[in-house]
């Protein structure tokens, strides 16, 4: 039994009658528990659980399993997601952190052919990729969990991924 103490912006903050307080945010028509976020005079921002919070009121998903760059966009999608953007060495630093050493990430890095890389935001990439061997099927773009370069592969190739969303302000 739980007591309803406030559903605002599809966050459902409720009490159970014996224990501590918890936040649910409401996706589609499930609620996923949340991390509470406790801070006197500020805003407070939180992420679903098993997201990390990250810089800048953002919010990420390391997936643990390996799937093509458009399977990992159309998954990023569905949790209201993108595959991350990444905008700064302090994002870039942090998931480093999150992710674990020795796999590959996809983020939303991508070439359409050419010699110039886009992040899903439209913004160009400012420093190089990395190719191993041939970059002419290579288009596509990620992350290992210890290195700060950006590489590419074939779209097609199963790799983790790592999802970006705004957390939410309370």
């Known amino acids: 039994m739980y007591e309803v103490l406030l559903f605002k912006h599809n966050i459902l903050i409720a009490k159970p009658l014996r ?5 649910f945010l409401k ?3 499930i609620l996923m528990p949340v991390f509470l976020c406790v801070s006197l005079g500020e805003v407070c921002e939180i992420c679903p659980s098993s997201w990390h919070r990250g810089p800048n009121g953002t919010c ?3 997936s643990s399993e390996g799937k093509s760059w458009d399977f990992s966009y159309n998954a990023c999608s569905v949790l209201g997601a993108h595959l991350a953007v990444i905008q700064d060495r302090e994002e ?4 480093r952190e999150v992710t674990v050493t020795g796999f590959r ?4 890095l991508s070439s359409n052919g050419s010699a110039r890389w886009r992040w899903l935001d439209g913004t160009q990439l400012l420093t190089n ?3 191993d061997g041939d970059d002419s099927h290579r ?3 990620y992350l290992r969990g210890t290195i700060s370069t950006f590489h590419s592969d074939s779209c097609s190739t199963e790799l983790r991924w790592v999802c970006e969303r705004s957390s939410v302000r309370l």
Do not use: D, Q
């Open 129 to 131: 990729v990395v190719t």
């Open 139 to 141: 288009s596509c773009g």
């Open 105 to 108: 990430y996809w983020i939303g």
């Open 92 to 95: 870039l630093e942090m998931l």
């Open 19 to 23: 224990l501590n307080l918890f936040i």
């Open 60 to 62: 990420y998903f390391v």
């Open 27 to 29: 996706s589609g028509f």
